[in-house]
């Protein structure tokens, strides 16, 4: 019984703590499964992708909702990346193999990835394509956030520059 509660609870710290770093997320706006539409589903639940490092280091990929109540997570192995061009655009072309765990059920096992960030002039596309070991073709598509912080940092330096000025002129 021990292992039974435990297992779920350390899964809900690894994932806790692989979402509290500054990594850059991939936010899902279009999901696929198996040719099926699943965006709806995965946009209402702030679904998101995340590469992290564990307390070991090693490099670790995430797929988890907003809530951080259903996930997927586990380490990276032979990861690859090419430069490539698409659309007249730079890009990355992405492989490797994801040892991933679910937090929602009791599936495990290898996936084969590949992810391709694409650098447009307001941000960064990416596409993605997992093959799980059932042979499931899981298919996201969406932006990150990297611009999205970059307009946060933007209006806090705004906002520090300007606070002097508002609290001299009270």
Same mark, same amino acid.
């Given at each position: 019984m021990k292992k039974i509660i435990i297992f779920p609870l350390l899964l809900f710290i690894m994932a806790t703590k692989a979402q509290s770093t500054d990594s850059i997320k991939y936010l899902i706006t279009e999901a696929r499964i198996n040719s099926e539409d699943y965006s709806q589903f995965y946009y209402?639940?702030?679904q998101f992708l995340k590469f992290y490092e564990n307390e070991?280091?090693?490099?670790?990929?995430?797929?988890?909702?907003s809530s951080k109540e259903n996930f997927s997570f586990g380490k990276v192995y032979g990861f690859k990346t090419e430069?490539?061009?698409?659309?007249?655009?730079?890009? !990355?072309? +992405?492989?490797?193999?994801?040892?991933?765990?679910?937090?929602?059920?009791s599936d495990s096992?290898?996936?084969?990835?590949?992810l391709k960030r694409i650098y447009r002039k307001n941000g960064v596309e990416f596409y993605i394509k997992i093959l799980s070991k059932?042979? !499931?073709? +899981?298919e996201f598509s969406g932006f990150t956030n990297e611009h999205l912080l970059e307009i946060k940092e933007e209006e806090e330096n705004y906002f520090m520059k300007y606070s002097y000025l508002n609290t001299t002129l009270l």
């Open positions: 209402e639940g702030g070991n280091k090693e490099l670790c990929f995430l797929n988890s909702e430069d490539v061009e698409i659309e007249n655009c730079p890009a !990355d072309n +992405i492989t490797f193999r994801w040892n991933y765990h679910n937090s929602y059920d096992g290898y996936a084969i990835v590949q059932k042979l !499931d073709i +899981i």
